[in-house]
């Protein structure tokens, strides 16, 4: 089966300070990845995914997250964090069929003025 | 177009009580999901649907029913609810790729 676990539950940085938030999955396959933004009290909106095709994918709001099977890691990144960045994000991972999306745990970013 | 529409947004119900949550999407999509969000837990899944008339269980699905009766609505039913079931429940259909998620109920079971 497969499993997601981000590392950090709370991560905090200041104004303009590059942002880390990282992500370790666990399957059997070669997985789809995406990571979801949910903003205080609001859905989830999808940020960026991975389908097997470029390792480096590019989202929204300036993020982008790296694939590496060989770490089986799917870490997101920021080069500047914004303030309106403050928010909690998942990350997401399918089944071998593809009909499941786990999620881990979450990562609550705080950003600092 | 309206995505993902959840209702209700807002529920008290005591212990004991039954309820229906009802999800409706409007992107023609196969894959529908009920997830329920703990702090510090994400989001956990409760049952899915491939497809009208599917449904499968999730992780926790134990104190939940579910039905898929018309592609475009994916109901949420509590027997009879637990302090357990407070929570936030949350959404979601797909179709190739992204998921597409609604705003959320806000359940809480005193």
């Known amino acids: 089966a497969q499993s997601v676990t981000q590392l950090d539950s709370h991560v905090s940085v200041s104004e303009g300070t590059p942002v880390l938030l990282r992500c370790n999955y666990s399957s059997s396959y070669s997985p789809s990845l995406f990571w979801y933004v949910q903003h205080p009290n609001k859905g989830l909106q999808l940020l960026l995914k991975?389908?097997?095709?470029?390792?480096l994918v590019k989202g929204i709001n300036g993020f982008e997250a790296e694939f590496k099977k060989s770490e089986t890691s799917f870490h997101l990144t920021k080069p500047s964090a914004h303030m309106s960045d403050a928010a909690e994000y998942f990350c997401?991972?399918?089944?071998?069929?593809?009909?499941?999306?786990?999620f881990g745990g979450g990562t609550r970013l705080m950003v600092k003025p | 177009n309206a995505g993902v529409t959840q209702t209700p947004k807002f529920r008290v119900l005591k212990t004991g009580q039954s309820m229906t949550l009802l999800c409706a999407q409007d992107m023609n999509h196969e894959y529908m999901y009920w997830y329920r969000q703990d702090p510090g837990m994400g989001l956990r899944l409760i049952h899915y649907s491939v497809g009208e008339g599917t449904t499968a269980k999730g992780e926790v699905p134990d104190g939940y029913n579910v039905s898929r009766l018309k592609k475009q609505n994916f109901l949420l039913g509590l027997e009879s609810a637990a302090p357990s079931q407070t929570s936030v429940y949350f959404c979601?259909?797909?179709?190739?790729?992204?998921?597409?998620f609604g705003q959320g109920t806000r359940l809480t079971v005193v």
């Open positions: 997401v991972v399918t089944s071998n069929a593809g009909n499941m999306l786990t």
């Open positions: 991975y389908t097997s095709a470029a390792t």
């Open positions: 979601a259909s797909r179709g190739y790729w992204e998921a597409f």
